[in-house]
């Protein structure tokens, strides 16, 4: 949803949150919608929407938004710089308050954690970490 990921990159870009600021700075080549442009160096995060659902309750709607945030990192980068990034990610996201426009934020819950995964194609580290996003349409 385009109003979650506008909150996403706000609350990456804001500088007023320390766990945002921590993988903001680990991450050097930045946090990226869908897919990193080919210019993009790593370490980066790239984060899209999975397959959402709406849940109707007796006092409106709540979007129920699924998102995989990937870390990616070169192919010589150690265990544990991909490993600090991610547990830097998942401080920040754990922690996370989002202002979405047009809805009240009511979590950011994490619901999987993924291995590493060598991507041949491009000779790149993937860490994958799923969250479910969920806010109440105003």
């Not at 265990?79 to 830097?88: E, K, P, T």
């Not at 950011?108 to 109440?136: L, M, V």
Request: proline share 4%.
């Amino acid at each position: 949803m385009k109003q979650i990921d506008a909150a996403i990159i706000n609350a990456w870009n804001s500088g007023a949150d320390a766990n945002a600021v921590a993988v903001k700075a680990a991450a050097t080549g930045g946090l990226h919608n869908s897919i990193a442009p080919r210019t993009a160096v790593p370490p980066y995060v790239v984060y899209h929407e999975m397959p959402s659902r709406p849940e109707f309750t007796f006092d409106g709607t709540s979007e129920i938004h699924d998102y995989m945030f990937m870390v990616v990192t070169g192919k010589d980068a150690s265990v544990a710089v991909i490993n600090n990034i991610r547990d830097l990610l998942i401080a920040w996201l754990d922690a996370v308050t989002l202002t979405i426009s047009g809805y009240t934020f009511i979590y950011c819950t994490r619901t999987f954690s993924g291995q590493k995964i060598f991507n041949e194609d491009d000779e790149t580290w993937n860490y994958p970490t799923d969250y479910e996003i969920r806010a109440h349409k105003n």
